[in-house]
């Protein structure tokens, strides 16, 4: 059986002690850590797993409001609060997490919350497929983490290992490399332009050519060239997308 788990907590030995615990249990065959909800966030985008051990308080975004996050995947994991105080319980069971369980934490308290998620995940009903702008992404703006809506991203420049949203309200800067984005982001109306940009395609106002190169216009105004490499890719795009009126070429 393979069944991973993440676990997150912002107390380095609170953590360590947790991983250790959870690696222990033969049923296991992957324990990750986070030190916090932010990175923990991150973490899940590009690996998923089967069931979260998370502490409540913690700094930023606190396990409740990680647990809120995870409830809109696709896929949810099981969620486990673990926590020294037991004032959450009831906000534990209005996320829909699995169990709480008490630090300091004991072994064998752990292993029943372990039998727990492995059940609520065996009797999950099989992920809905995938709906365009579902995905949220979290992103930090002067220590703040706030969550931007897939569907809100008029396009996305590549800067280094890091690529920059932008949207209606600003850009902002995610540690994920364009080229990542690019391969999730494909079935859910994003095409690459250019080795530095990724649009939306719902936000593409109209396509323009001269001289044999081509321009993007997206929503907003901004205009992005579009690599001759990429051409074909995107004609092909907005054919397949039929959006007359929207996205047209022009000659």
């Known amino acids: 059986m393979t069944f991973r788990v993440l676990a997150v907590d912002d107390e380095r030995p609170a953590l360590d002690e947790l991983a250790y615990l959870l690696g222990r249990d033969e049923r296991i065959s992957e324990v990750q850590t986070a030190a916090d909800g932010t990175s923990a966030l991150r973490l899940l985008q590009e690996n998923a797993v089967d069931a979260v051990f998370l502490d409540i308080r913690m700094p930023g975004l606190t396990g409740l409001d990680l647990a809120r996050v995870l409830g809109r995947f696709r896929q ?23 169990d709480y369980v008490r630090k300091p934490v004991r072994e064998e308290r752990l ?29 930090e703006l002067g220590g703040v983490t706030r969550f931007v809506s897939r569907h809100d991203i008029r396009y996305v420049e590549a800067q280094g290992d890091y690529a ?21 982001w494909g079935p859910e109306g994003f095409v690459r332009i250019h080795r530095s940009h990724l649009v939306s395609v719902a936000h593409i106002v109209q396509v323009r050519s001269e001289s044999g190169r081509y321009t993007v216009e997206v929503v907003g105004g901004d205009v992005l060239a ?26």
């Open 226 to 251: 579009v690599s001759r490499r990429h051409t074909r890719e995107l004609r092909d795009r907005l054919i397949r997308q039929n959006r007359p009126g929207r996205a047209g070429a022009d000659g």
């Open 111 to 139: 292993r029943e919350a372990v039998r727990r998620a492995i059940d609520a995940r065996r009797s999950a009903p099989p992920p809905e497929p995938d709906r365009p702008g579902d995905e949220t992404i979290p992103v």
């Open 76 to 98: 949810a994991p099981a969620v486990v609060f673990v926590s020294a105080y037991d004032d959450h319980a009831v906000d534990a069971f209005e996320v829909k997490a699995i």
């Open 164 to 184: 920059r949203l932008h949207t209606s309200e600003g850009s902002h800067l995610v540690r994920v490399p364009l080229s990542v984005l690019a391969e999730q």
